[in-house]
């Protein structure tokens, strides 16, 4: 049996239609043969974009989540020794930052790099220079001039360096890639 639609990812809608019916132009299509009743089946893909207020506003959940170009992305929260090493890293950072009043370090903070469709990103740990230090309670505007992430066994090589330049892209001046697994 097939079913109407699914959801996916709370915010991309697969939907299965019989062309003979719908007169629809579905915005993406893909033709699936039934041989049992030799009817052509079209599955079209309707995508509702979400904003950086709407993943702002998204409650509490046991995962990291990120916006990229309107997409959400659902990521498994780290492990320890990736907290661990994220934290030993931010106060140590911090308490430099702080006792020379250079700006602010913070982490696990969300930066929007992209509007219209939205791109929020968040570092494990950032620093933002006095001068650039905004008063929003939402999401930093722009990259962290600084922007450090810690490795994690499941992060993918082709992930790591598209995160990466997508910091340097937006302004970063420096990213560090810290991966425990080589100390």
């Given at each position: 049996t097939l079913?109407s639609g699914?959801?996916?990812?709370?915010r991309?809608l697969?939907?299965?239609?019989n062309p003979?019916i719908?007169n629809?132009?579905p915005s993406?299509?893909?033709?699936i043969?039934?041989?049992?009743f030799s009817?052509l089946?079209v599955m079209s893909t309707?995508?509702k974009?979400?904003?950086?207020?709407?993943?702002f506003?998204?409650?509490?959940s046991?995962?990291?989540?990120e916006?990229?170009k309107g997409?959400?992305l659902?990521?498994?929260?780290?492990?320890k020794?990736?907290?661990?090493?994220?934290v030993?890293?931010a106060?140590?950072l911090a308490?430099?930052v702080?006792?020379?009043?250079l700006?602010?370090?913070?982490?696990?903070?969300?930066?929007k790099?992209?509007?219209?469709p939205?791109?929020v990103l968040g570092?494990d740990?950032?620093?933002?220079?006095?001068?650039?230090?905004?008063i929003?309670?939402?999401?930093?505007?722009g990259?962290?001039d600084?922007?450090?992430?810690?490795?994690?066994?499941s992060?993918r090589?082709?992930?790591?360096?598209?995160k990466t330049?997508q910091w340097?892209q937006?302004?970063a001046r420096?990213?560090?890639n810290?991966?425990?697994q080589?100390?």
């Amino acid at each position: 049996t097939l079913a109407s639609g699914s959801e996916f990812n709370s915010r991309r809608l697969h939907h299965l239609k019989n062309p003979r019916i719908s007169n629809l132009a579905p915005s993406i299509a893909f033709e699936i043969r039934n041989p049992r009743f030799s009817e052509l089946l079209v599955m079209s893909t309707a995508t509702k974009l979400m904003t950086a207020d709407e993943l702002f506003d998204l409650p509490d959940s046991p995962f990291r989540h990120e916006l990229v170009k309107g997409e959400l992305l659902t990521m498994p929260l780290p492990g320890k020794e990736h907290g661990a090493i994220s934290v030993n890293l931010a106060v140590a950072l911090a308490q430099y930052v702080k006792a020379n009043k250079l700006g602010v370090v913070y982490a696990e903070s969300g930066f929007k790099l992209e509007s219209d469709p939205d791109t929020v990103l968040g570092p494990d740990v950032a620093f933002v220079r006095r001068e650039r230090v905004g008063i929003s309670k939402k999401y930093g505007e722009g990259a962290p001039d600084l922007a450090v992430e810690v490795v994690s066994p499941s992060d993918r090589p082709q992930r790591i360096k598209w995160k990466t330049e997508q910091w340097l892209q937006f302004g970063a001046r420096s990213v560090w890639n810290i991966n425990p697994q080589t100390k």
